[in-house]
């Protein structure tokens, strides 16, 4: 494996558009796996990616949902 394939926390963290805190959380509850090289901790791309695309659902859905639930017209 090479660090192409991988992503530091930060590079993570700014994909992801989360905190590096929010970052630990997710893969301290087993939403991501990290990948420890020495001491730096890693990130598979495509895990990223794939994590980045089912934060980015369930955040359409809160932001529909709050839309919803605030337009007294329904």
Same mark, same amino acid.
């Given at each position: 494996?090479? *660090?192409d394939n991988l992503y530091t926390s930060a590079e993570a963290a @700014? %994909? *992801?558009a989360v905190t590096r805190q @929010? *970052?630990?959380r997710l893969y301290s509850t087993g939403r991501i796996a990290p990948i420890w090289k020495g001491e730096r901790v890693y990130f598979l791309k495509t895990s990223v990616h794939? *994590?980045?695309v089912e934060l980015d659902n369930s955040r359409y859905r809160q932001t529909v949902l %709050? %839309?919803?639930e605030g337009d007294d017209s329904l």
């Open positions: 494996m090479t *660090l @700014r %994909e *992801l @929010r *970052l630990y794939k *994590l980045r %709050e %839309e919803i």
